[in-house]
């Protein structure tokens, strides 16, 4: 439980998320930001066919400590061509 609260006090990260990050593994905001959104994204993927270019951009929004909106507009172009190329 203690693991669930310390994630949702992170930004973007809900109690579902939070959940689904801890079944794949990732179970503190720290284990988050050396993993990195791009390999929790995949990771989740594992777990979640329906993981959207949205929760990628929440992951990195929690690694960068910001809401996800309010990310650099190129890191959220990286992001998509990620996200399409994990799609192929």
Same mark, same amino acid.
């Given at each position: 439980m203690d693991q669930l609260i310390k994630l949702t006090e992170m930004p973007n990260i809900g109690k579902v998320? =939070?959940?689904?990050? *801890?079944?794949? #593994? *990732?179970?503190?905001p720290e284990e988050l930001k050396a993993v990195g959104s791009e390999q929790a994204f995949i990771r989740l993927q594992t777990i979640d066919e329906?993981?959207?270019?949205?929760m990628l951009q929440a992951l990195e #929004? =929690?690694?960068? #400590?910001? /809401?996800?909106?309010?990310?650099?507009r190129e890191r959220k172009e990286e992001l998509m061509e990620f996200f /399409?190329?994990?799609?192929?």
């Open positions: 998320v =939070a959940e689904k990050l *801890i079944q794949v #593994g *990732i179970t503190t329906t993981a959207c270019l949205s #929004g =929690a690694v960068q #400590g910001m /809401r996800w909106h309010n990310l650099p /399409r190329m994990r799609r192929m």
